[in-house]
């Protein structure tokens, strides 16, 4: 049973567009929010990341919305561009940063 | 800076067979860790160590053992593989930061392939 809950599975949208990724947890000791993203032959590189005392931290086209009371936390991609087209992860820890807990992936495309 | 580097990158096994994958990184980081990824389930910790001479089992540990010898290197092996362990196999380090207890962005090698028939 995954920890943490990721939708969708995939995600095609146009360019200039916003791509939206879900994430939703049960532990409410998790106290640090990444998202990876990884391109194909790749390992996963840390995007943005976020701790709970926030609601949402942007980080230039890239932001993560945070909401505690129904332990879910997303990642808005805005103007969203061919280059964007990677796999995402999102995930988890109770030790900010140790011991991650990662989601099953979203496989984006952006279509030009 | 290399980074993160893992050896070999990819690997085929017959069932049975033992082998230990390779993980070196030149940024001095004392967290370091073995993830496995398999398709629709995301990373999966296996192991990992918070400091030289030490380790620690993750989320799906069974059929691999550890090592940290030196503080640059960590080796996973596995001493019986099966067709199970068909997998990607990525390995991580970090920081840690100062204060101490906490540690922040995981750097990720290029993965290792590992095809067990």
């Known amino acids: 049973q995954q920890q943490v809950k990721q939708s969708p599975q995939s995600l095609i949208v146009q360019k200039g567009g916003i791509s939206i990724i879900n994430c939703a947890y049960e532990?409410?000791?998790?106290?640090?929010f990444p998202w990876y993203q990884q391109f194909p032959g790749k390992g996963p590189a840390l995007l943005i990341a976020?701790?709970?005392?926030?609601s949402e931290k942007k980080e230039g086209r890239f932001t993560i919305s945070f909401n505690k009371s129904a332990k879910q936390f997303s990642l808005h991609i805005m103007d969203s561009q061919p280059g964007d087209s990677a796999t995402y992860f999102c995930?988890?820890?109770?030790?900010?940063?140790?011991?991650?807990?990662f989601g099953a992936g979203t496989i984006l495309r952006v279509k030009s | 800076n290399a980074g993160v580097t893992q050896t070999p990158k990819f690997r085929v096994l017959k069932t049975g067979q033992s082998m230990t994958l390779l993980c070196a990184q030149d940024?001095?980081?004392?967290?370091m860790y073995w993830y496995r990824q398999d398709p629709g389930m995301g990373l999966r910790l296996i192991h990992y160590?918070?400091?030289?001479?030490?380790?620690a089992k993750g989320e799906v540990p069974d059929g691999y053992n550890v090592s940290r010898l030196k503080k640059q290197n960590f080796l996973l092996g596995l001493e019986s593989a099966a067709p199970s362990q068909t997998s990607v196999y990525f390995c991580?380090?970090?920081?840690?930061?100062?204060?101490?207890?906490?540690?922040?962005?995981?750097?990720f090698g290029p993965g290792t392939r590992l095809t067990v028939l």
């Open positions: 976020i701790r709970p005392d926030v």
């Open positions: 532990n409410t000791a998790f106290d640090y």
């Open positions: 940024m001095n980081h004392e967290y």
């Open positions: 160590s918070v400091g030289e001479g030490t380790t």
């Open positions: 995930a988890a820890s109770m030790e900010y940063g140790n011991k991650l807990v």
């Open positions: 991580a380090s970090s920081p840690l930061l100062a204060g101490g207890g906490f540690t922040d962005t995981q750097y």
